[in-house]
Structures are given as C-alpha cells and as structure tokens.
C-alpha cells in the first residue's frame, strides 16, 4: 500500500514466496521497497529474510563443464544408446562400452558396459542402438541440462520452499525439544531425540533443523540399519546422518566410521556426527545445502569439482523439504539466505 495521498492506498500485490527489500520499521508495519515505491505490509503476513550474495568469478557455464568432469549422478531415466558397431547377437564385444544420452559421440556418457554384457535393443538410428539401461540403475550419469538446472540458483531462489537451499546453517532456528519431538513422533529409533539435536546445534553450532532434516533422510524416517545399531568389532555402533557410508560398502564403511569415532549410543551419533558436519563443511565456508553440494569456492578458486557432499545433483533440492515444514511449526523465525552469484 502507498501512503503518499496521506491514506494507504493499494497500488501492487507481491507475491507469495519471492522476497522483498525492506526499507524500515513502522509500528505493525515494514516499508518495502515495490516497483521503485516504497510501499506498507503487515508485519503479520511476511517472514523476515537476512539476504546476503555471494559472487564467484566464474560463469554458470563454466561450473557446468567442470561439475561434468566429476560425472554428478542422478536418478532419471534417459533414452541410452552405443555403437551398433561394437554389439554384436546382443551382447557388448568391446572391452568397455561407454553408454550415451544419443546416438553420437557428442552426448555425454550416461555410463558404461563391459565386455560380454546382454543389451536390449529397442531402436536403431543412424548407426546406433538405443538400448535399455537406466531402468535397471538407480544411478546414471547426469546431462549437462540437468546440471544446469540444479546449479543455477535462480530456478530455486524464488520458491518459498526451494529457498531453503541458500539458508545459513550456522545460525539454529531456536526450536524447542518438545518442538523437535513432535516432528520426531513415529520416526523409529529418532523419537524422542529432540534435546540431543538441539545439543548437537548448540555444541558446533549447525542448525538444529537441519540435522534433524538430514538424519531423516539418510536413515529412512529412522529405519535403517546403520541408524538402529550395527555390530562392528564387537561394540553396537550407530550413524545417524550417513557419514562414511559409501557407495558400494554404506553399512560396513558406515559402522567402521562410526565405530571409529566412538558413535556407541544414538546420543552420540546424534551430537558426534553434527561435529563432522559441522567441522568439515559448515565451519569451513560451505555452510548452505547448495555450497554442501556444489561448492562453488572450489571451482571458482581451482577449476575443479572438489568436497562435495553428494554426487546426487538432486540432493540439496531433496534436503529442503524437511526443514520447510519444521520451520513452519515456529511461532516464529528469521531466514538468514546466503545466494551464490555466477559471473
């Protein structure tokens, strides 16, 4: 609303989940800044956002040629093709065969397949085979589209939702125990655990709800084995948040981690696994899901993909669901963002 005719006046409407600058405080009201006006909102209707950009000297382009390189996976399905030239009564004659999303070597690699592999053919196109391939796989290669999508911020930065990719996860919500328990309810062996999240925010300082966020999702709502305990040299160990579970060994590697790091109860898992994150990523400049994933320092700073929580390119976009909903059983909160700027 405008007050210049010395009555407010309605003159725009903004729009739910982008954000706006705020001039100053008036009483129950913000001034904001609105199509080059300053206009009035009730202070009742809007969250309070600190925004704070951070500009690297690279362009998106770049960053999507050097993620390339570090070959991010994914979980979509792609229509696959190889070189009709090396299949031959359905099977792979080459020593290894690199799987393509087209028919040409242009594509990127989706995969591969060894020597002596059975493929089902399902079309030829100017001297390719597409084949069957990603159905079978959970993880493929990622194109450099999909790439794109996930690192430009500006596909995410105006989604009420999304947002929370850029949220600094030094600074905790100040959520209660009880609080966190509600959510917790029904969450295996994490019920009841809301006062060891909120030590392990206080004790090195990440944001409660994000670890609550991200133990759900690596343990499946509480269930998975490396959550419930798992005997590792003769002691029950536990990991809450995945720490060490690689792909290809996740609960021996995971219990090995744990059982290194004197994980024996779930409380310490819980407020242990917290100093890791908070240690190897918050406290060292990647403190927002997008610079966990991504890490764009890295590639501004070295040309190259490098500490990199994930090679998911979906995993900063899947981690924010979580923490949305928590937030909003707040009474209330400021949302500190932290949006990565690309030349």
Request: one cysteine or more; glycine letters at 10%.
């Amino acid at each position: 609303m405008d007050n210049s005719t010395g009555k407010l006046v309605p003159f725009g409407k903004l729009k739910k989940g982008i954000i706006y600058p705020i001039a100053t405080d008036y009483g129950n009201w913000w001034r904001v800044i609105y199509l080059d006006r300053v206009g009035y909102v009730r202070k009742s209707e809007v969250e309070i956002f600190g925004v704070e950009k951070t500009k690297y000297d690279i362009s998106l382009s770049e960053a999507v040629d050097i993620q390339m390189k570090a070959n991010p996976q994914t979980d979509k399905e792609y229509d696959t093709f190889v070189s009709k030239s090396y299949i031959k009564n359905g099977k792979v004659t080459a020593s290894t065969l690199n799987v393509r999303g087209g028919p040409s070597t242009s594509y990127w690699v989706v995969g591969q397949l060894k020597e002596g592999a059975k493929v089902t053919i399902i079309n030829e196109v100017n001297g390719w085979y597409q084949i069957e391939f990603t159905n079978s796989r959970q993880w493929v290669n990622a194109s450099p589209e999909d790439i794109e999508y996930y690192l430009n911020p500006n596909n995410f930065i105006n989604d009420e939702r999304q947002q929370f990719q850029f949220l600094d996860l030094a600074r905790s919500s100040d959520a209660t125990a009880s609080t966190l328990n509600k959510f917790l309810l029904g969450k295996g062996i994490l019920e009841g655990k809301g006062q060891a999240f909120i030590d392990a925010s206080r004790v090195n300082g990440v944001n409660d709800i994000y670890l609550v966020s991200h133990a759900l999702l690596e343990t499946g709502n509480g269930t998975s084995t490396l959550a419930n305990g798992v005997e590792y040299k003769g002691k029950i160990v536990y990991n809450m948040y995945g720490i060490g579970a690689n792909d290809g060994c996740a609960i021996t590697c995971g219990a090995a981690k744990a059982y290194k790091e004197g994980w024996t109860t779930p409380y310490k898992a819980i407020v242990g696994g917290a100093q890791f994150i908070g240690n190897e990523y918050i406290k060292s400049g990647q403190n927002t899901l997008y610079k966990m994933r991504w890490n764009p320092a890295s590639m501004s700073k070295n040309g190259y993909a490098s500490h990199q929580y994930a090679t998911d390119i979906g995993w900063a976009s899947k981690q924010i669901y979580t923490m949305y909903n928590l937030y909003k059983q707040l009474d209330s909160y400021t949302l500190y963002l932290d949006i990565p700027e690309y030349n």
